[in-house]
């Protein structure tokens, strides 16, 4: 336990409707059928097995069993495919549990717990506590990789990523924190030393939207696409390379957590002198 009593945690809702009860008979006169106007006993009772209480036990690390399976190859040494599969069974999942624990006496049970939740006490406390969860959890995903050389200074990369959760778990309620987005694809360019030393390269980042889920709240993630670039010039007979680059260059936007801040472009120069000792 502790200063709150987390080994015994009530569920929100049922603590939501309790509450509510209790208010609409005590206050407003609106006894619930079960009992006679001003049976507080019969009152207190009828909350009291409304009430439930979940017991923490110790937390264990997640497992994770997989199955993988993939195929790779070069064609006609000019492109390279790279194919891959796996399936994840998820056991002792950690997700977060909200609720609500008694402040005045953590190990109240029945009408004790009740009567802390009478509107002129309301002695609880809201918290979120890490939790393993009792249901398997099934992920599946793919990958394809494909590199095509035009000529050894000019190359094309797409990779493609598809991952999905096949079972959502009820007791999370929502919270099992998969938060990755079931479809995404990267396309690069690059060009090198492709005129006199001057060099070129740039990657096309699209991600799907998804819901992203934590103790902190849940939000759907929009579709969004970043755009990196980076142009660069080799002066040979200096041994040097100037870059000059930026990620998110056309400062889009970019959000990929609940409730986290937007980023946008950062720009970067360089200045590389290669120092080789003979």
């Keep these: 336990g502790n200063a709150y009593g987390r080994n015994n945690i009530l569920n929100t809702m049922e603590v939501e409707s309790v509450t509510q009860m209790l208010d609409q008979a005590i206050y407003n006169g609106n006894w619930p059928d079960q009992c006679p106007d001003g049976d507080m006993d019969c009152l207190y009772n009828l909350a009291a097995d409304s009430l439930s ?8 690390p997640e497992r994770v069993r997989s199955i993988e399976a993939g195929f790779r190859s070069i064609f006609l040494n000019y492109l390279y495919f ?4 796996h399936y ?15 402040t005045g006496n953590p190990n109240a049970q029945g009408i004790e717990a009740v009567a802390q ?8 406390a ?6 393993n969860s009792k249901e398997k959890m099934m992920t599946w995903g793919a990958t394809i990789n494909s590199t095509y050389h035009f000529t050894d200074r000019v190359w094309v990369n797409i990779n493609y990523t598809f991952s999905k ?3 959502e778990s009820h007791e999370s309620l929502g919270t099992v924190g998969f938060n990755i987005p079931p479809h995404s694809v990267n396309v690069g360019l690059r060009l090198r030393d492709i005129w006199k030393g001057l060099g070129f390269s740039a990657n096309v980042k699209w991600a799907d939207r998804y819901t992203w889920s934590s103790r902190l709240g849940t939000e759907d993630i929009p579709w969004h ?3 990196d670039a980076q142009i660069y010039y080799r002066i040979h007979n200096l041994h040097t390379t100037i870059r000059v680059g930026g990620t998110n260059v056309l400062n889009t936007p970019d959000r990929t957590i609940a409730g986290g ?3 946008g472009s950062s720009l970067y120069a360089s200045l590389l002198f290669d120092i080789s000792v003979q």
């Design 53 to 60: 209480f979940t017991n923490m036990s110790a937390l264990v």
């Design 82 to 85: 790279d194919i891959g599969f």
């Design 88 to 102: 994840s069974w998820h056991s002792d999942r950690i997700y977060y549990m909200n609720g609500v624990v008694l």
């Design 117 to 124: 939740l009478a509107p002129d006490s309301l002695d609880i």
């Design 126 to 131: 809201q918290v979120s506590v890490p939790m």
């Design 165 to 167: 959760l096949i079972t």
């Design 225 to 227: 696409t970043i755009i």
């Design 261 to 263: 801040p937007s980023f």
